[in-house]
């Protein structure tokens, strides 16, 4: 029933600066967490960022200081601020949720992704 839709890929120089947006369909508030992964070709699909209910955020290491996860619960929508964009970080971007079940479960929400291309 949950749709996640990313948005705001493209193709950027090295050094440039995209943000990638992603619109829950439901309220945002609902998610445990909520992150932004990427898989580039022939790589394992990777945690980029997350952030949880109370607004905690992980940023992984190749891209702290330079990544941001942000949110905006009145838009149910997460973002992902990226600065200073190298080649490496070329990859299909997705955007994922979790939701606590009232029996203590999780789900997990996936977005259909979205290309970011860093190349001159």
């Known amino acids: 029933q949950v749709q996640l839709m990313e948005s705001g890929g493209g193709l950027v120089q090295p050094g440039g600066s995209l943000r990638l947006s992603c619109a829950a369909s439901?309220?945002?508030?609902?998610?445990?967490?909520m992150g932004w992964y990427r898989q580039a070709p022939g790589k394992e699909r990777e945690l980029v960022a997350g952030?949880?209910?109370?607004?905690?955020?992980n940023h992984a290491d190749s891209v702290k200081g330079r990544f941001t996860i942000t949110r905006d619960n009145a838009k149910n929508t997460v973002y992902l601020q990226m600065n200073s964009l190298k080649s490496e970080d070329t990859a299909v971007y997705y955007c994922?949720?979790?939701?606590?079940?009232?029996?203590?479960?999780?789900?997990?929400?996936w977005g259909q992704g979205t290309q970011v291309t860093v190349s001159s």
């Open positions: 994922n949720a979790v939701q606590a079940q009232a029996s203590g479960a999780t789900y997990t929400y």
């Open positions: 439901g309220r945002i508030s609902s998610f445990r967490v």
């Open positions: 952030i949880t209910r109370v607004g905690s955020t």
